[in-house]
Structure formats: C-alpha cells, structure tokens
Nanobody, 111 residues
Framework: VQLQASGGGSVQAGEALRLTCTVSGLRINTMASISWYRQAPGKQRELVARSSIFDGADYADSVKGRFTIRRDTPMNAVYLQMNRLKFEDTAVYYC?????WGQGTLVTVSS
C-alpha cells in the first residue's frame, strides 16, 4: 500500500490549493481512517483533518471553516481543499492512514 501526496505549491495569502492523496494497493472505501497532517519548520507534526468512515470528518480548530477533506472513491484518492490560506498554513503536508505515511508535499503561503 502506498500513499502519494501531490498538489502543493506557493500561493499568496487568501488563495486556495487542493492537495491530493492518491492511494495504491488498497481501496479507500475499505480504509477506516485517512488523515492529513502537516509539519511547519521547527514545529511538531500536527493533525489537520481526518476522514473516518464511522464518524465523518473532523478538523483542527485552526483550519475549521477553511479546509475540507473529501474521499473520491472512483479515483481512489483523498483531497484536502484549502481555502483562504494563511501564512501560518505554510508546512509540509502528509497523508496518513494507520501505520502508513505518504511522502509530504510542500505548501508555502506568502503574506
């Protein structure tokens, strides 16, 4: 099973990006939980958003109302739509399912 994150880039504050986590080797509709984490320079990795087939979605307080996590079963991918980006959203973003991390994708937001 592999998780492949993509979609990062450099944007201005207030703009949007969509990250994609493409899953291979397992169907996402069999995965109980898929999450996005991020790690900013000098900080610990933190949970950004989680999609659970039991509980739905939940988000870090810092991104509520701006970010949306969504599963795309036909594409076997999970998206993180990030709107109204802020400078403090700058980080490397990772997708995660229990015991498996994807490689990160860098998001840089300039103010």
């Amino acid at each position: 099973v592999q998780l492949q994150a993509s979609g990062g880039g450099s944007v201005q504050a207030g703009e949007a990006l969509r990250l994609t986590c493409t899953v291979s080797g397992l169907r996402i509709n069999t995965m109980a939980s898929i999450s996005w984490y991020r790690q900013a320079p000098g900080k610990q990795r933190e949970l950004v958003a989680r999609s659970s087939i039991f509980d739905g979605a939940d988000y870090a307080d810092s991104v509520k109302g701006r970010f949306t996590i969504r599963r795309d079963t036909p594409m076997n991918a999970v998206y993180l739509q990030m709107n109204r980006l802020k400078f403090e959203d700058t980080a490397v973003y990772y997708c995660y399912t229990p015991e498996l991390w994807g490689q990160g994708t860098l998001v840089t937001v300039s103010s």
